[in-house]
């Protein structure tokens, strides 16, 4: 919405609007993905708890779906942050009457990043040392920064 | 990329008449994924129907190319030529009782989304390098600026700026081609 106001007088505004576009269009196509590996693997934790016989081969089934259930919100932590940092262009760049809407955006978005990865970490059972988490974490801090440089850059 | 490949249509047109093979290579590769694209998904064509409309409309392509009255409507032919041996092909097949024309309209909608998408691939070609690689990787590829950054080595923090950059200069090349051409007699 910032950069679509700030047409005129930022000749980058349309190719930031693009590319807001593009990310929204993924986070949009990524929710009910989300949901449905969180409830395909939340099943598989059930029936882990259920289950009788072969526990090894068990358990690697539901590290399988727990790691299918954890790739949408990593993916979706790393949009919160690329939308952050198109949230804070847009704010430096773009019209100042709009430089709050793009705050507000960039709060929005490192908000996503954070609930994201809180999702790679705590809801999959995902180990500290796992590659995964260090990138939803990566990105997290990555959206955080870009919220907290425009904001301050207001104050 | 070899030398053919940066050749406006006009002028790889003008190296096929003259009898260049390797022109006449260059043609098919540029056009063979928007023909498939326009049987397979414009007109929902079967594989092997599909590959028939395909062979033949490379044929008559090299049969025709003389009757192109302005060369710079190569693609524009070929999209004709393409669609009427979609809907000949579906009338043969049985598969539509109803005339060609409302099959036409059927998938028009489609058809100018993928006329859309390849003029924005051929516009995409004679960005330089970089700017090719970056919206590639961004818009089809769907990778993250994080991912980007570190794939090109180039800083994180430029990568929105250098997108909204190419974007400008994409829109530049389309905004210079949108110059009606002139179909052919075929």
């Given at each position: 919405m910032v950069a679509r106001s700030t047409r005129d007088s930022w000749e980058d505004a349309p190719g930031v609007a693009a590319q807001a576009l593009a990310i929204q269009e993924r986070v949009v196509q990524l929710a009910p993905a989300d949901a449905e590996a969180w409830e395909t693997a939340l099943t598989a934790l059930r029936e882990a708890g259920n289950a009788e016989g072969d526990g090894a081969r068990r358990d690697f089934e539901l590290e399988r779906k727990l790691g299918l259930a954890a790739a949408a919100p990593l993916e979706i932590a790393e949009l919160g942050a690329d939308a952050a940092a198109l949230a804070a262009l847009a704010g430096e760049h773009g019209d100042p009457a709009y430089r709050a809407d793009a705050v507000a955006a960039a709060a929005l978005a490192a908000g996503g990043a954070r609930a994201a990865a809180h999702l790679v970490e705590v809801n999959l059972a995902?180990?500290?040392?796992?590659e995964r988490l260090a990138q939803a974490r990566a990105s997290e801090q990555a959206a955080s920064e870009a919220a907290e440089r425009l904001l301050a850059s207001i104050r | 990329m070899s030398e053919l490949s940066t050749l406006t249509d006009a002028e790889l047109v003008q190296q096929c008449r003259a009898g260049d093979t390797a022109a006449w290579n260059e043609l098919v590769e540029r056009f063979s994924r928007y023909v498939y694209a326009v049987c397979?998904?414009?007109?929902?064509?079967g594989e092997e129907d599909a590959e028939d409309v395909f062979q033949e409309v490379f044929m008559r392509v090299f049969t025709?190319?003389?009757?192109?009255?302005?060369?710079?409507a190569l693609r524009p032919w070929i999209a004709q030529l393409t669609r009427r041996l979609c809907i000949d092909s579906i009338s043969r097949s049985g598969r539509?009782?109803?005339?060609a024309e409302p099959v036409e309209e059927d998938v028009a909608g489609d058809l100018v989304e993928i006329d859309e998408a390849f003029t924005v691939r051929e516009a995409l070609t004679s960005l330089p390098e970089v700017c090719q690689e970056i919206l590639d990787r961004f818009f089809?590829?769907?990778?993250s600026y994080r991912t980007i950054s570190a794939e090109l080595d180039l800083?994180?923090?430029t990568i929105a700026s250098r997108i909204a950059r190419c974007l400008r200069r994409l829109r530049d090349e389309l905004e210079g081609r949108n110059e009606p051409a002139q179909g052919s007699r075929e």
């Amino acid at each position: 919405m910032v950069a679509r106001s700030t047409r005129d007088s930022w000749e980058d505004a349309p190719g930031v609007a693009a590319q807001a576009l593009a990310i929204q269009e993924r986070v949009v196509q990524l929710a009910p993905a989300d949901a449905e590996a969180w409830e395909t693997a939340l099943t598989a934790l059930r029936e882990a708890g259920n289950a009788e016989g072969d526990g090894a081969r068990r358990d690697f089934e539901l590290e399988r779906k727990l790691g299918l259930a954890a790739a949408a919100p990593l993916e979706i932590a790393e949009l919160g942050a690329d939308a952050a940092a198109l949230a804070a262009l847009a704010g430096e760049h773009g019209d100042p009457a709009y430089r709050a809407d793009a705050v507000a955006a960039a709060a929005l978005a490192a908000g996503g990043a954070r609930a994201a990865a809180h999702l790679v970490e705590v809801n999959l059972a995902v180990r500290a040392g796992d590659e995964r988490l260090a990138q939803a974490r990566a990105s997290e801090q990555a959206a955080s920064e870009a919220a907290e440089r425009l904001l301050a850059s207001i104050r | 990329m070899s030398e053919l490949s940066t050749l406006t249509d006009a002028e790889l047109v003008q190296q096929c008449r003259a009898g260049d093979t390797a022109a006449w290579n260059e043609l098919v590769e540029r056009f063979s994924r928007y023909v498939y694209a326009v049987c397979v998904k414009g007109f929902r064509l079967g594989e092997e129907d599909a590959e028939d409309v395909f062979q033949e409309v490379f044929m008559r392509v090299f049969t025709h190319l003389d009757t192109l009255r302005d060369d710079a409507a190569l693609r524009p032919w070929i999209a004709q030529l393409t669609r009427r041996l979609c809907i000949d092909s579906i009338s043969r097949s049985g598969r539509e009782q109803a005339a060609a024309e409302p099959v036409e309209e059927d998938v028009a909608g489609d058809l100018v989304e993928i006329d859309e998408a390849f003029t924005v691939r051929e516009a995409l070609t004679s960005l330089p390098e970089v700017c090719q690689e970056i919206l590639d990787r961004f818009f089809a590829q769907d990778q993250s600026y994080r991912t980007i950054s570190a794939e090109l080595d180039l800083p994180s923090g430029t990568i929105a700026s250098r997108i909204a950059r190419c974007l400008r200069r994409l829109r530049d090349e389309l905004e210079g081609r949108n110059e009606p051409a002139q179909g052919s007699r075929e």
